[in-house]
């Protein structure tokens, strides 16, 4: 992908989701975490291909007053499933002891070993660790398209925020922070990358305050996107001609034409009188009484063209109203916001297009072809393609048309 991006010309960014899979991968195969993982591991698939042990935890579940909830297994490829694993296995943690040790299960399964106090305490750091990483994935997730505009504020959350190592951390927790955190710090620091999603980020009215930014690093971006604004409004630019209704002193100097009905022949005139017929003739034209091309053509012809405001005069005014305006709340959709206020940003706008569509995770798309798998089976192989695109298309806009 990288290397189409390069041939294309273009800029490849990393998708966020899988960004922050593989930093919270990493924190997973720390020793001491890996070890855990792989004793809860072992004893949720006892449970699951066992059906005495299962109908064993049922009755304990059932005993201690405990959700009847199946035990999880977590897969490789999602690290938020090693989440839900840990957190079912400490809310059943009481029943699945009293099934281990009851006398149904008691030597039925060699090398199982029950969580000691130590693990259970480290599986609690970890959910508390890693819970606010599950919610930022899952914020990436549910959202219909969220934009890349979403990563440096993202970025820079997760690193001064969620991911800070505090004083009250236990010995786990800092070191599962320091590495989620290493591994997030150096994503996104390529210069061409770093700078598309610096103006992604400022032209997101969500994020436009952009506190992790330094004034100088705003005035710099803000002046790229100016010129490209410029640039975007030239090559769409069209000469605007507005007809300027002309004064008294500009109007034409001849003479109207005399009524058909009222012509006749006229006497010669002295020489010495023409030059003052001739002023009195100027004197009565008015604008009630135009000329004969005037009132033969009249607008179909525009005789003055007033010229556009300048171009760069018109973007920077633009950008400098869009900075006074009030970034919006987080939950809002940055896209509505700018198809609202596109008259009042023509020029900005359709800049805004080629940063805001451009989405911060392959989730969406990657579940199209998840529905495509759906659609098409070995069952219903003879589909053609026109109906497979129509069927695909209802399934993933069913809630907006309902």
């Not at 006398?103 to 399964?109: A, N, Q, S, T």
């Not at 002023?279 to 010229?307: C, R, W």
Request: proline fraction near 5%.
């Amino acid at each position: 992908m990288i290397v189409a991006a390069d041939e294309f010309g273009s800029i490849h960014i990393g998708c966020l989701a899988h960004t922050l899979n593989l930093a919270c991968g990493k924190a997973l195969r720390i020793i001491s975490v890996a070890n855990l993982l792989a004793k809860m591991r072992r004893i949720v698939t006892y449970f699951h291909r066992s059906c005495l042990a299962t109908t064993a935890l049922k009755e304990k579940q059932t005993l201690l007053q405990l959700p009847e909830h199946k035990l999880i297994n977590d897969v490789s490829t999602r690290w938020n499933s090693a989440l839900d694993m840990i957190s079912r296995y400490l809310e059943q943690q009481p029943a699945i002891y009293a099934a281990l040790t009851s006398k149904e299960l008691r030597g039925k399964e060699k090398d199982l070993v029950t969580l000691s106090d130590r693990d259970v305490t480290c599986a609690e750091d970890l959910v508390t660790v890693l819970t606010p990483l599950k919610a930022a994935t899952t914020a990436l997730c549910e959202e219909k398209i969220p934009p890349i505009s979403m990563i440096l504020p993202l970025q820079h959350q997760l690193l001064n925020v969620i991911m800070k190592v505090k004083e009250n951390d236990t010995a786990l927790i800092k070191e599962v922070k320091k590495s989620v955190a290493d591994d997030i710090r150096g994503r996104y620091q390529d210069e061409s990358t770093r700078k598309f999603l610096k103006a992604a980020t400022l032209l997101d009215p969500r994020f436009k305050t952009a506190p992790f930014l330094s004034d100088e690093e705003k005035l710099n971006v803000y002046h790229e996107i100016t010129l490209e604004c410029v640039k975007t409004a030239k090559a769409k630019e069209k000469v605007v001609k507005v007809k300027v209704e002309q004064s008294t002193d500009e109007q034409e100097t001849q003479p109207p034409l005399p009524s058909l009905s009222d012509a006749k022949p006229s006497e010669p005139k002295k020489a010495k009188d023409s030059k003052n017929t001739k002023d009195d003739s100027e004197s009565t034209k008015s604008k009630d009484n135009p000329t004969a091309m005037s009132a033969l053509f009249g607008d179909v012809y525009i005789t003055h063209v007033k010229q556009p405001k300048p171009l760069q005069e018109s973007c920077e005014s633009e950008i400098t109203q869009y900075r006074k305006e009030t970034p919006i709340n987080a939950n809002e959709n940055p896209l509505n916001w700018w198809k609202e206020h596109s008259h009042k940003f023509p020029n900005l706008s359709a800049v805004v297009k080629r940063y805001l569509c451009t989405p911060a995770t392959s989730v969406p798309s990657e579940r199209v072809f998840s529905t495509a798998g759906d659609i098409v089976t070995a069952k219903r192989a003879q589909l053609k393609p026109v109906y497979v695109d129509k069927l695909i298309f209802l399934k993933k806009n069913w809630n907006i048309s309902s």
